[in-house]
T-cell receptor, first 114, second 112 residues
Framework: DQQVKQNSPSLSVQEGRISILNCDYT??????FLWYKKYPAEGPTFLIS???IKDKNEDGRFTVFLNKSAKHLSLHIVPSQPGDSAVYFC?????????????WGAGTKLIIKP | NAGVTQTPKFQVLKTGQSMTLQCAQD?????MYWYRQDPGMGLRLIYY???????DKGEVPNGYNVSRLNKREFSLRLESAAPSQTSVYFC???????????FGQGTRLTVV
């Protein structure tokens, strides 16, 4: 049973428009959420995060929104640029087996069209 | 600053062969992790080490062993490779509870 779900395997957006990537989770005890970006043949790199006590965090073109009641978070990229084409992973942190662990979504492949 | 370095980048094994994936980090991080990534699935944690001298099982530990040789190095061993272990393996490290994880470039392993 996947605790973190990214229901869109891929998303295509016109350059300059807004990209919205979604993530749903099931465990209300998750306390920290992260977005990572991954290019082919590279490891994931950290993009932005949000604590469960907040509902929004912004960093330049990237904004993450958290809706705890809906157990939903989203990543907004405005404006989208060609270099944003990548796979985006959502991850949630929970305290399990006496340690903090990250649970990952399956990823969404974002394609920015020129 | 190399960050997290994994070797090898690519490997093909025959069923039943053994091998060790190496990982080293130069960021003085306490925690290190081994993940595997399969098509259509997120990163799944194989083993992790919260600090030097400790290791714990993650979500998918079967068929693997790990060694936290020192603070810098965390290796993953496949004693008897199986085709189900064909995957991309990522090593990662993090500095603490609130710190994000830094990843290596990955090892693409094929077991035939």
């Amino acid at each position: 049973d996947q605790q973190v779900k990214q229901n869109s395997p891929s998303l295509s957006v016109q350059e300059g428009r807004i990209s919205i990537l979604n993530c749903d989770y099931t465990n209300s005890m998750f306390d920290y959420f992260l977005w990572y970006k991954k290019y082919p043949a590279e490891g994931p790199t950290f993009l932005i995060s949000i604590s469960s006590i907040k509902d929004k965090n912004e960093d330049g073109r990237f904004t993450v929104f958290l809706n705890k009641s809906a157990k939903h978070l989203s990543l907004h990229i405005v404006p989208s640029q060609p270099g944003d084409s990548a796979v985006y992973f959502c991850a949630a942190r929970g305290f399990m087996d006496s340690n903090y662990q990250l649970i990952w979504g399956a990823g969404t492949k974002l394609i920015i069209k020129p | 600053n190399a960050g997290v370095t994994q070797t090898p980048k690519f490997q093909v094994l025959k069923t039943g062969q053994s091998m060790t994936l190496q990982c080293a980090q130069d960021m003085n991080h306490n925690s290190m992790y081994w993940y595997r990534q399969d098509p259509g699935m997120g990163l799944r944690l194989i083993y992790y080490s919260a600090s030097e001298g400790t290791t714990d099982k993650g979500e998918v530990p079967n068929g693997y062993n790990v060694s936290r040789l020192n603070k810098r190095e965390f290796s993953l061993r496949l004693e008897s490779a199986a085709p189900s272990q064909t995957s991309v393996y990522f090593c990662a490290s993090s500095g603490g509870r609130d710190a994000e994880a830094f990843f290596g470039q990955g090892t693409r392993l094929t077991v035939v």
